[in-house]
C-alpha cells in the first residue's frame, strides 16, 4: 500500500518532502483530461515500481557503500506543466529514452542526494553537500550511476514490456527542458529516496501515450483472494441473469417482395403467395439474426416448432413455393 506525499513530507524537515502535497479536500476534474488510469492499470504499475524501487536501493547501498532505501510513495496523473511547476530548482534530471517506446521519459533526483551519492563514491562521509553545477570528474560518476538504476528499472519492467533505457543527457532546470508539450498527460511514480542521513523525494515521470498502450495489452494484473472470489460471484451473477432474461424469438417465412399499391389494396380474403419452398425449414431469428432452423407444428392446442439442422443450401433439392 503506497503513502501518500503530504503524510511523508510533515514527517520530513522543511525542503526535503515538501513537494505536491496535498491535502484532505476535493479534487478538481480537468474536463481537458478526461481519461485516467483505471485502478488495474495503477495496480500494475505499483507492482513495476516496487520493484524497481527495491532493486534501486539495493544497487545504492552496495555501490555507494552507505545505507540506502527507495520505496515507492504515490502514482499519479497530470499535465507536464503540473510536473514542472512542482520541481525543485535546481534538480537533477535524467532525459531518458525507453527503445523501443516512443518518448522521452525524465528520472528526476535532487540535487542534494546527487551531490551525497557522489561524495560516498568518492570515499567521503555525506553529510551537507554545496549546490553548484557538477565538475568535469563528477559527471561521469552521476551518469554511470544513472545507467545503472536505469538498468534496474529494465528489471521493474521486464513482465510488462521489453525496454532498454537510453541516458540522453543531464539537466539541472526543468524550466527549459521541452521534453513535452505543456498539456500533455504524464504519469507521474514519487519514490522517498534515503542515502545515508540525506533523504528526498525522486520522481520518475513517463508520458501517457507511452505507457497506455502498455498497460491495455497487459493481463498482469493481480488479485487478492478476495477480490477473485467477488469477481467469480460476479461472473456467477451475471451468468445466471442473462440465462433467465426473456428475448423475443421469432420463427419466419422467406421475405417476399410487393408493390406499394398492391399492399395498400389488400382486403381480408386476399391470398398472399409466398416464395418460401416447401422442403425448406423456417427461420429462427433473434433481433433480425438467424441462430436456427425449424418445421411448423402444434403441441396440443398452441402453435410449435420443431428445431431441425439446417438445410441443405443446393436448389436442385427444393421444391416448388408453397
Known amino acids: 500500500m503506497t503513502k501518500s506525499p503530504s ?5 520530513r524537515s522543511p525542503g526535503k518532502m515538501s513537494r505536491r502535497g496535498h491535502g484532505g479536500g476535493p479534487t478538481a476534474y480537468d474536463f ?22 527495491r532493486s534501486c536501493g539495493t544497487l545504492l547501498t552496495t555501490r555507494l557503500r552507505a545505507i ?30 525507453l527503445d523501443p517506446l516512443p518518448g522521452t521519459v525524465l528520472l528526476e533526483i535532487a540535487q542534494s542526494a546527487v551531490m551525497t551519492a557522489i561524495d560516498h563514491m568518492l570515499g567521503g562521509p555525506g553529510g551537507t553537500q554545496p549546490e553548484r553545477p557538477l565538475t568535469e570528474v563528477e559527471m561521469p560518476l552521476l551518469r554511470g550511476l544513472v545507467e545503472r538504476m536505469l538498468g534496474e528499472l529494465r528489471y521493474g519492467f521486464e513482465t510488462l514490456v521489453d525496454i532498454t533505457p537510453h541516458l540522453k543527457e543531464i539537466e539541472y ?24 542521513a540525506e533523504e528526498c523525494v525522486s520522481t520518475i515521470c ?42 423475443d424469438v421469432a420463427v419466419r417465412f422467406q421475405p417476399i417482395r410487393m408493390r406499394t399499391d398492391d399492399i395498400v389494396d389488400l382486403r381480408p380474403g386476399d391470398v398472399v403467395p409466398l416464395g418460401h419452398a416447401t422442403s425448406r425449414p423456417l427461420e429462427v431469428t433473434v433481433n433480425e439474426i438467424v441462430f436456427a432452423h425449424a418445421v411448423p407444428g402444434n403441441q396440443g392446442a398452441r402453435l410449435a416448432c420443431l428445431v431441425v439442422p439446417p438445410p441443405n443450401e ?7 413455393p408453397q
Open 7 to 11: 503524510a511523508v513530507s510533515a514527517a
Open 32 to 53: 481537458r483530461r478526461p481519461i485516467k488510469l483505471s485502478r488495474e492499470h495503477v495496480r500494475t504499475l505499483q507492482i513495476a515500481f516496487e520493484t524497481y524501487a
Open 68 to 97: 540506502s532505501n527507495c520505496s515507492l510513495i504515490s502514482i499519479e496523473q497530470l499535465n507536464y506543466d503540473e510536473y514542472v511547476a512542482a520541481l525543485a530548482n535546481p534538480t537533477i534530471i535524467a532525459v531518458v529514452t
Open 173 to 196: 532546470n526543468a524550466q527549459f527542458l521541452r521534453a513535452h508539450a505543456p498539456g500533455d498527460a504524464v504519469v507521474i511514480a514519487s519514490f522517498e529516496m534515503k542515502i545515508g
Open 206 to 247: 513517463l508520458p501517457f501515450n507511452t505507457i497506455l498502450p502498455v498497460l491495455s495489452r497487459t493481463e498482469t494484473i493481480v488479485l487478492s483472494a478476495a477480490e477473485r472470489q467477488a469477481k467469480d460471484r460476479s461472473l456467477r451473477n451475471l451468468t445466471a441473469g442473462l440465462s433467465a432474461a426473456p428475448i
Open 314 to 320: 443446393s436448389p436442385s433439392k427444393e421444391s416448388g
